[in-house]
């Protein structure tokens, strides 16, 4: 199984950006489906984005679609979320998740790291 730690977070201001990066380790990453969900306070967690092992398949919530870019690099067991034109209510603390069931449209990671936050500013 992959186990995942986030990094990059920060805050930033409305208009800005920011790169997460989700380092995985583990014989299984290569093979894993891999994504990033998000949570804000007193709201329940939400799906961002996700890519499967070959990268070329990615799925985006339609609220960063345009803004948010996934991508993976297998050589360093890493995932990317590129985040663009970030707004107030992209603030939350965003966690890495992988393997599970019924990606892309169903999926149910059962891998999660520890999150990270993010905070945009007006």
């Known amino acids: 199984q992959v186990q995942l730690v986030e990094s990059g977070g920060g805050l930033v201001q409305a208009g800005g950006s920011l790169r997460l990066s989700c380092a995985a380790s583990?014989?299984?990453?290569?093979?894993?489906?891999i994504g990033w969900f998000r949570q804000a306070p007193g709201k329940e967690r939400e799906f961002v984005a996700s890519?499967?092992?070959?990268?070329?398949?990615?799925y985006y919530a339609d609220s960063v679609k345009g803004r948010f870019t996934i991508s993976r690099d297998n050589a360093k067991n890493t995932v990317y979320l590129q985040m663009n034109s970030l707004q107030l209510e992209d603030a939350s603390v965003y966690y890495c998740?992988?393997?599970?069931?019924?990606?892309?449209?169903?999926?149910?990671?059962?891998?999660w790291g520890q999150g990270t936050q993010v905070t945009v500013s007006s």
């Open positions: 998740a992988a393997d599970g069931t019924g990606w892309p449209t169903r999926w149910r990671p059962d891998v």
């Open positions: 890519i499967n092992w070959t990268g070329r398949g990615t």
């Open positions: 583990g014989r299984t990453f290569s093979r894993s489906v």
